[in-house]
């Protein structure tokens, strides 16, 4: 048994594959199921620590291969490591770097040694191997890092999505003999997009690794929702029940449900604090957008049921003002209510799944979301 990490399985649901669980790390518990803040350049866009810590984030992302780019891992590292650099001192998990590779569609080329690409940016040319994203996350000092894989495209022909997987299992051996820091828990990662003898195969693959946790990738990426599940909930059976699952990059209150009723203990995405930037708030009645006309004088807060800071303080009257007005304060206040939303509902589903009525909660929370 690792000193740093221990998943303990709290309870699982009588009536569905939703669990609650306490994911162990070097730098605290994690409770489970849990939504994870993106912050891809060491900081969530519009947020600082302070108001992390009162949305009830347990732990944050940041991505590799941006801090690669900028302002390099070695610094990062010079400063103590992403905690230190952040002065973030609950967990942190970094992305390989793998799916903004895959991002860079016609900037890049991949070979089975590694990547090739261009910085939209400045045009410089970089290459990501296994190794490298390995050496680029151990200096970053993440509690969990990625394995560096291939994410293939949807929709995408069958033969170029086996080539993806299986270079994607490749590389994972590869990050695997590389990485040799036992205070971070590296994830391998199930590719396959939406073919189910190949998730099969992936994630037979994947769980034959000794990990403390596995992620499920490829999702997310153009295909339908219901096909989203449908993958989800063909793979988790494939996955160990003993350790934690990872949902890659999906974040509307309808995918974190879903994802929990399925088996999924961990999420993460930008979509959440990218869209209050734009306007879009989630509520107990559905999404919303602060734009419109009818909230001009509407002095209620975002949501009649939140206790954020947005909430407890503002009116969406203001909100929309500052908003219309491009204030920061306005973009500050509607990515405070979105990310304490997501957090809080896991914190809701995880009390749902301990009581042993998580399918009913889950019931409930559709039907009102399904009516927008």
Known sequence: MSKYFNFNLLKKSSESRARAGLFKTPHGPVETPVFMPVGTNSAVKMMTN?????????IILANAYHLFLKPGHKLVEKAGGLHRWMNWHKPILTDSGGFQVFSLAGLRKITDD???????????????????SME????????IIMAFDE?????????????????THRWLFRCVETHKRKDQALFPIVQGGVYEDLREQSAKII?????????????????????KNKIVEFTVPFLPEAKPRYLMG?????????????????????MPTRNARHGS??????????????LEDDFTPLDPNCNCYACRNHTKAYIRHLC??????????????????????????????????????YEEKMRVLRKQ
Not at 208 to 218: D, K, M, R
Not at 251 to 260: A, H, N, R, S
């Open 50 to 58: 302070d108001h992390l810590e009162a949305t009830g984030a347990q």
């Open 114 to 132: 590694g990547v090739n690409f261009k910085d939209p940016k400045d045009g410089s040319s970089y290459f990501i191997n296994p190794e490298i």
């Open 136 to 143: 680029i996350q151990n200096s970053l000092g993440a509690d």
């Open 151 to 167: 994410c293939a495209p949807y929709p995408c022909e069958y033969e170029l999505t086996k080539d993806a997987m299986e270079r």
């Open 207 to 227: 769980a034959s690794v000794e990990s403390h946790g596995y992620a499920i990738g490829g999702v997310s990426v153009g295909e339908p929702g219901g096909l």
């Open 250 to 270: 999906v974040g509307t209150p309808e995918d974190l449900l879903d994802g929990v009723l399925r088996g999924v203990d961990m999420f993460d995405c930008v």
């Open 281 to 294: 708030f989630f509520t107990s009645a559905g999404r919303k957008n602060i734009k419109v006309k009818e």
């Open 324 to 361: 219309r007005m491009q204030e920061a304060t306005g973009a500050i206040l509607m990515t405070i209510h979105n990310i304490h939303f997501l957090v809080n509902l896991m914190k809701q589903a995880r009390a749902a799944i301990l009581e042993d009525n998580f399918v009913s909660f």
